[in-house]
C-alpha cells in the first residue's frame, strides 16, 4: 500500500482562488451579458475551458464594449482600466489585494516623489501593471543584481517594491545593492508568502518520500521552480501536467509518493493524479 | 629601507575638523567666561590638551550653569540640551551635520510612527544621542546581525538608521535581515562617506603592505573598527594611540608598512609615529 504526503500549501493560491470563485458568481449573475476576462484568469488551460462553459471568454486585448470584464489576480495597466469604464462595461475587479497593495505603495512614492525600483520580471503582466501606475515615468524595473551592480542611482529618494511571486534572495540581492547609495529608502517587502510557503513545505515533503510528483503547467515559472528545488533533494523527482503524463515504471519499489502543485493548478486535478497513481500496482 | 603607504583619508574628517576649528574660534570671542565641551571635543588627549591651553575645559556632567558650553560633533541627548539652554548657559553647537540629519531623520520617522533600529554601538555618545529623540521609545538599538537573526520584528513600520561610522557591511547585514519581515520600510543609510572611503582605503592598503599601524584612541570605534578590517586582511596590524607604543620587533623582516588613522587622529600623531618607524633599523 502506497503513502501519499501531499504538500498543504499545494494548487491555487489565494489571490487565484478568490479570483476562480469570483469569476463562478459573477457567470451566474450577469447570465444575459457578454463576459470576458482580460487575458486567461489563471495559466492552465482546464479552468480556463470550464470558465467558457460557463459563459466566460478570453479577450485578447482591451477593446471591449457594454459588456462584463473581470480583472485578473495580475492586475491591469491604468489606462486599460480607465479605457474599459469609459467604453461602458462592468468591471469585477478580482485582482489579488495583495498586488492592488502594491499599486497602493507605487502611488504613495509616487506622490512622495521617491525614484521607484520595480523588482521582477519587465513583461510579466503583474509587473506591467504596476509599472502603469509610475505613470511620472521615474521608475526601473530589475529583475537581476546584475542589472544594477555598480551603478550610481543618483537619486535623493529611492522607493522599492516587489513583484509578488519574487524569491526572498532575488529581492535581497538586488536591495542590498541599491542601499550602497547615499539615498533615502522606503522599502516594501511585498512578496508574497504563499510562493515561498510552497516552496519550503516542498521541500520539506521532498526529504521524506521516495518519488515526487511536481503537478503544473510546463511554461508556469513557480511550478518548474518547484521541481528545480525537489530535484536538488531528490532524484527522482517528475514535473508533469495531469495524470496523463505518468508513467507506471516510475513507482517501481517506492512507497512513499509526495505531491505538489503550482499555482495555477486545481484541486481536481491532483486529485485525478492521486488516484491514478493509487491504481498502480 | 622601509616603505610607508599611508592611507590617504586618514585621520580627522570633516565633522571633527569643524568642531576643533570651532571651538578654537570660540576660544577667542569668549576670553572672559568659562568655555567648557560637554565631554572631550574627541578621543584624542593631545587635542584635549591643547584647546585646554586655549581655555576650554572638558566638562564631565552637564551640571555647568552660566558658561558657554560647546557641544561636540558626536551629538548630545535631548534632555542634556535642553537643561543646558535653561541653565543659562551659550551653549555653541559643534555637532557634525551628518549626524544631525539622523536627529533629523529619528524626528521624521518617530512622527510617522516608524518602529526605529538603530544600527549603531549602544554606548556610543553619538548614538545615545541618536536614541533619545525616540523618546516615545518605540526603538532598538543593533550593533550585530546576531542581535536579531531569526527574530520576528513585529512591526508595521520600521525605520532605520546608522551611526555614522558603521561599516556598510554591518549596515547591509543588519537590513537584510530585517528586510525578511513583511514591513514598511524607510531605510536611510547615513553612513559617513568619510568613514567608508576610510575603511576602503585602509583595507586597500593593507592588502599591498606587510605590517599595518592603525593610531587612534583605544577608544575610538571607528579606530577600532580600521584594525578589525584591516586584521581580517593582515594579521600583523597593531592599533596604537601614538608613537610611544611601538615595538621594534613588529618591524623584523617588514619592508612595506601602511599607516591609517582613525578620525580623532591629528596629523602630527601620525607624522610622529612614521618618524619613530623610520628609525628602527
Known amino acids: 500500500m502506497r503513502e501519499f504526503i501531499k504538500v498543504k500549501s499545494a494548487g491555487f493560491c489565494f ?19 457578454p463576459i470576458y476576462t482580460l ?3 489563471i495559466h492552465n488551460k482546464d479552468v480556463v475551458d470550464e470558465l467558457k462553459n460557463k459563459g466566460i471568454q478570453v479577450a485578447e486585448n482591451s477593446d471591449i464594449k457594454n459588456s462584463v470584464v473581470i480583472l485578473r489576480s495580475h492586475g491591469v495597466e491604468k489606462n486599460v482600466f480607465e479605457k ?5 462595461n462592468i468591471i469585477i475587479d478580482a485582482i489579488c ?3 492592488k497593495k502594491i499599486h497602493d505603495c507605487v502611488n504613495l512614492l509616487k ?22 501606475y509610475a505613470d511620472n515615468g521615474k521608475y526601473i524595473v530589475v529583475s537581476n543584481v546584475d542589472e544594477i551592480k555598480n551603478k550610481k542611482l543618483n537619486y535623493k529618494k529611492i522607493g522599492i517594491v516587489a513583484q509578488t511571486t519574487q524569491s526572498l534572495e532575488n529581492f535581497l540581492n538586488i536591495c542590498n545593492e541599491l ?22 513545505e516542498t521541500i520539506e515533503v521532498a526529504k521524506k518520500v521516495d518519488i515526487m510528483i511536481v503537478i503544473g503547467g510546463k511554461h508556469s515559472a513557480n511550478t518548474t521552480r518547484l521541481a528545480q528545488l525537489s530535484k ?16 507506471e515504471n516510475w513507482f517501481k519499489n517506492k512507497k512513499k509518493v509526495g505531491i505538489t502543485a503550482g499555482a495555477s493548478t ?6 485525478k493524479v492521486i488516484k491514478k497513481i493509487r491504481g498502480i500496482k
Do not use: M
Open 111 to 132: 506622490k512622495e516623489d521617491f525614484f521607484l525600483v520595480i523588482i521582477g520580471d519587465k513583461e510579466h503582466p503583474e509587473v506591467r501593471a504596476i509599472s502603469s
Open 97 to 99: 489585494p495583495f498586488v
Open 15 to 33: 489571490g487565484v482562488k478568490r479570483a476562480v470563485k469570483l469569476a463562478l458568481k459573477i457567470a451566474e449573475k450577469y447570465n444575459n451579458k
Open 179 to 200: 542601499l550602497k547609495n547615499k539615498s533615502e529608502f522606503r522599502i516594501f517587502n511585498t512578496i508574497c508568502d504563499s510562493t515561498s510557503i510552497r516552496q519550503q
Open 84 to 88: 474599459l469604464e469609459k467604453n461602458n
Open 266 to 271: 486545481p484541486d481536481y486535478v491532483i486529485e
Open 39 to 41: 487575458g486567461p484568469i
Open 232 to 247: 536538488k533533494i531528490l532524484k527522482d523527482t517528475y514535473h508533469i501536467e495531469n495524470e496523463k503524463e505518468i508513467e
